[in-house]
């Protein structure tokens, strides 16, 4: 007994050593750069200027830690599939939804992108009782109720005239996210696009709770998807070419972009 | 005595949420005056032709120079790799990359010239920081925007945007830090004004 407390306390030791040797490193590395800083900015201001340059250092560093970070072991081949589906969506998606577009007007559209939003209802409900968010498996399903009567089938959206009924949708990716599940790692799809491994087991969740999925045969299942996705496609044509155009490295900018996105989406 | 400090506490209850929503709203008002300009500009009538267009973009920028301060939004966007930066480079990235983001946002902006802007809530994140919530209502759907203000030098400016939980500062700063792993500032800068020159290929 007497021997590991020795032991503990020798540990203790070594730990706030080790502890008291990085704090005085970081504190002299942090000085150093801290008086680059304000030497470059000499010129720049008064007084504020030191305490503006401590800020923004000091928010760096706590922005640096919230930022999702992942692992990349498959970075080769998630770069190739990403190139993979960008051919595809500039060769073969783009076109098939310029010229569906083209015939049809843009309320049809909408409406079609509605119904499927509605039919996806017992992914959100299930998702929001497995995440204990029993006001928001409410209000999801007020929502259905009036867009499915009122709404004729979901074509229309009656219940983006009340705000309270619209919350963000809830899916299994997030569910798991919420169970504190971590991302694993990243990996974009043929098709699919960007994904993570722990949002690919909440695929396959989503994937026996949509009830499209259970249409037979199973062609008529698959093509209705794809019809979805030719269908969403019209509606936001340009917002993936404005991003890759902005991008320095397009792979990491939708990859940072995917996981901020989703990290919003597992917090609210 | 008792007396005094119950007045001192309601005092202090009285000013501190009030000067604390004065400085909020002011940054409501910055945030919704700024957006409010672009639009007033982008709905011109006058700018329908497209004789008028470079006058309109011209115009555009002025405005979206008092909403954002370039040279926070490239410190942010490089964050602790900045520090391997000389100052002749610094100058040169803040220049690159501040015409890279004017192209970005006012060639995003003018695709959605048409919809609604509406405003939601403004939270103080810290004593001068606050965070303003908009969002652009389409047909199809709503994409919330949220802009990142700071009080400063008596005046505020913008830092960060964040479209769709996406802050656009951290996503530059993923992309710079991949490329500053195994290459050096002169490539990033040579990378950087390979990206803003070039050529626009249309988006329809």
């Not at chain 1, 969506?89 to 569906?100: D, E, I, M, T």
């Not at chain 1, 399903?141 to 963000?168: D, K, M, V, Y």
């Not at chain 2, 992309?175 to 002169?186: D, G, H, R």
Request: glycine share 4%; proline share 4%.
């Amino acid at each position: 007994m007497e021997k590991k407390l020795q032991r503990d306390s020798k540990a203790l030791c070594a730990l706030i050593l080790v502890f008291s040797f990085l704090f005085v490193a970081y504190e002299s590395h942090f000085k150093k750069a801290f008086a680059e800083e304000t030497v470059m900015s000499a010129d720049a201001g008064g007084e504020n200027a030191l305490q503006d340059e401590y800020d923004e250092w000091t928010d760096d560093l706590e922005e640096e830690e919230s930022a999702p970070r992942i692992r990349d072991p498959l970075e080769r081949f998630n770069r190739g599939v990403f190139a993979f589906n960008d051919f595809f969506y500039f060769k073969a998606l783009k076109p098939v939804a310029r010229g569906y577009r083209f015939i049809t007007p843009e309320p049809v559209r909408v409406g079609v992108k509605n119904f499927f939003y509605n039919l996806g209802f017992p992914v959100r409900f299930v998702n929001d009782i497995l995440q204990i968010k029993f006001q928001k498996a409410g209000q999801d399903t007020c929502q259905f109720i009036l867009n499915s009567t009122a709404g004729i089938l979901g074509f229309f959206n009656p219940a983006r005239r009340c705000p309270w009924l619209n919350q963000p949708p809830e899916d299994t990716g997030q569910t798991l996210g919420t169970w504190s599940i971590g991302n694993g790692f990243y990996i974009v799809w043929p098709l699919l696009g960007p994904s993570t491994l722990r949002d690919s087991v909440g695929l396959v969740g989503d994937y026996f709770l949509q009830p499209v999925s259970y249409v037979r045969p199973f062609y008529i299942s698959l093509s209705a998807r794809s019809y979805e996705s030719v269908n969403d496609t019209s509606l936001s044509i340009g917002e993936y070419e404005s991003l890759k155009e902005s991008a320095l490295d397009p792979y990491t900018a939708f990859k940072d972009a995917y996981l901020q996105y989703r990290q919003k989406a597992v917090q609210e | 005595m008792k007396r005094q400090s119950i007045s001192i506490l309601l005092i202090l209850l009285l000013v501190v949420p009030v000067s604390a929503s004065t400085l909020a709203d002011g940054a409501f008002d910055f945030v919704s005056n700024s957006v409010d300009k672009v639009l007033t500009i982008l709905r011109d009538p006058a700018f329908k032709e497209e004789s008028t267009k470079e006058d309109q973009y011209q115009r555009l920028k002025t405005v979206v120079r008092t909403l954002f301060n370039y040279d926070e939004i490239s410190r942010r966007s490089l964050g602790i790799k900045g520090r391997s930066f000389t100052p002749e480079q610094m100058d040169e990235f803040t220049g690159l990359f501040t015409r890279l983001l004017e192209k970005i946002y006012l060639n995003r902006v003018r695709e959605y010239s048409d919809e609604k802007v509406t405003y939601g809530d403004t939270t103080m994140l810290s004593e001068n920081i606050a965070e303003v919530q908009t969002s652009i209502v389409t047909a199809s759907k709503q994409i919330p925007i949220k802009y990142r203000v700071v009080f400063r030098n008596q005046e505020w400016r913008c830092y960060d945007v964040i479209i769709e939980g996406v802050s656009l500062v951290r996503n530059y700063r993923s992309q710079f830090n991949k490329i500053l792993q195994n290459k050096t500032p002169e490539d990033l800068l040579q990378q950087l004004s390979e990206t803003v020159n070039k050529k626009e290929a249309p988006t329809e």
